[in-house]
């Protein structure tokens, strides 16, 4: 079940979905680079205004499983109007911005997204634009990559699989309707 939180602006309920923190793993694989599994964490906030806050963070697993460095970062904002044309801002820890836009699709909670601008620092790795699948599926957020440079064409470099993130303070408050010994509920 999706909570709609009591102070999210009425414009962002078809998105509540992707509100949280998200955690999980994927893997990296794009030319050039080494082939890799990544950690992730995803988090998706508001503020009562019309656009949610989003940030990334990926980093490199090693064979056990454990963080090794870091791989990307980006954070943005994320609007989305009347139509459920989805519209995003984000910026990325190596020096690119992007704009992008996409739609949410009116039978599930899947939104298809592609690159309309594309800006650069002089030192930023080349890049031309991408597309992007976010979908939450049985309670889950995944998402696919697809990237371009000059060189390579289109092609997927990225997906991972996030699981939400339980806060205690949502589930604390329930605490109050345990038995003082805590043994009792178990009975």
């Known amino acids: 079940m999706i909570e709609i939180p009591s102070d999210l602006h009425p414009d962002l309920v078809p998105l ?12 990296f694989d794009f030319p050039g680079a080494e082939k890799c599994n990544f950690g992730q964490e995803v988090i998706f906030g508001h ?16 064979a056990e499983g ?8 980006e954070s943005g904002f994320w609007r989305i109007d ?15 911005i992007e704009i992008w836009y996409g739609e949410l699709a009116e039978a599930k909670p899947q939104i298809d997204l592609v690159t309309d601008a594309v800006a ?18 049985k309670s889950d957020l995944m998402w ?8 390579v064409p289109l092609r997927p470099y990225m997906s991972a699989h996030l699981k939400k ?17 805590g043994i009792a509920f178990f009975r």
């Open 16 to 27: 509540a979905f992707l509100l949280g923190t998200w955690e999980g793993a994927g893997v």
């Open 47 to 62: 503020d009562g205004r019309p656009f949610l806050e989003y940030t990334s963070k990926t980093w490199v697993l090693d």
């Open 66 to 73: 454990k963080p090794v460095k870091p791989l990307e970062s």
């Open 82 to 96: 009347k139509d459920r044309k989805v519209e995003i801002t984000m910026t990325r820890d190596d020096g690119v």
């Open 120 to 137: 650069r620092l002089g030192d930023a790795p080349p890049y031309s634009g991408g597309k992007r699948l976010y979908g939450y599926v």
């Open 144 to 151: 696919v990559g697809e990237k371009a440079t000059p060189e």
């Open 165 to 181: 993130v339980v806060n205690p303070s949502e589930w604390a408050k329930d605490l109050k309707d345990l038995p003082d010994d």
